[in-house]
């Protein structure tokens, strides 16, 4: 089970988020980031942990392993607020998902 | 342009059948597992089945098993999930992903089971 918090995060452009992901056992690193934008599919932005897909703006990253992990983005842009999941593939061939946080404009 | 569409979806009875497919373009899927995934407003995103490279090796939530089948024609750079004896629970934007590290996402075809 992946457990992400908080549910919503209200804050303002230029200002930096840090969304949690913690997971009920060890993951080792195979923990992704995804973003998904209202009416869009969700969209891989961080892979094992702390890799950044080509194309990631660097404002992005990712950290932790074991169980808990933290998704930064540095400084927020009009386009960063959206919702953000975390998935493990800890237990490949399965996925599991996050509920999500939603990062909104305060 | 590499991308993945899928299709197939619409307005089912409960018990009845779908068969969705995956077009994938700009890109060989023959080199990639190929996922399904789910999303619900009330369940969020779920994992539903893959499938290797090479269609050798299949795997479900416990949920589809015996229910939904994944395949692939990799001579049509394709990949297909047939659902059959749907329920209501399986209602949901159905998502088309590419490889182990999920990197590319279809735009998603939406399933209703209604009666």
């Known amino acids: 089970v992946l457990t992400q918090s908080p549910a919503t995060l209200s804050l303002s452009p230029g200002e930096r988020a840090t969304l949690s992901c913690r997971a009920s056992?060890?993951?080792?690193?195979?923990l992704a980031w995804y973003q998904q934008r209202p009416g869009q599919a969700p969209r891989l932005l961080i892979y094992d942990a702390s890799n950044r897909v080509t194309g990631t703006p660097a404002r992005f990253s990712g950290s932790g392993s074991g169980t808990d992990f933290t998704l930064t983005i540095s400084s927020l842009e009009t386009e960063d607020f959206a919702v953000y999941y975390c998935?493990?593939?800890?237990?490949?061939?399965?996925?599991?998902f996050g509920r999500g946080t939603r990062v909104e404009i305060k | 342009e590499v991308q993945l569409v899928e299709s197939g979806g619409g307005l089912v009875q409960p018990g009845g059948s779908l068969r969705l497919s995956c077009a994938a373009s700009?890109?060989?899927?023959?080199?990639?597992?190929m996922t399904w995934v789910r999303q619900t407003p009330e369940k969020g995103l779920e994992w539903v089945s893959n499938?290797?490279?090479?269609?050798?090796?299949?795997h479900y939530v416990d949920s589809v098993k015996g229910r939904f089948i994944i395949s692939r024609d990799n001579s049509k750079n394709s990949v297909y999930l047939e659902m059959n004896n749907l329920r209501d629970e399986d209602s949901a934007l159905y998502y088309c992903?590419?490889?182990?590290?999920?990197?590319?996402w279809g735009q998603g075809t939406l399933v209703t089971v209604s009666s």
């Open positions: 992903v590419r490889s182990a590290r999920g990197d590319l």
């Open positions: 998935q493990q593939r800890s237990d490949w061939p399965a996925w599991t």
């Open positions: 056992q060890s993951i080792n690193n195979y």
């Open positions: 499938i290797n490279e090479d269609g050798s090796e299949k």
């Open positions: 700009g890109f060989a899927a023959s080199s990639y597992w």
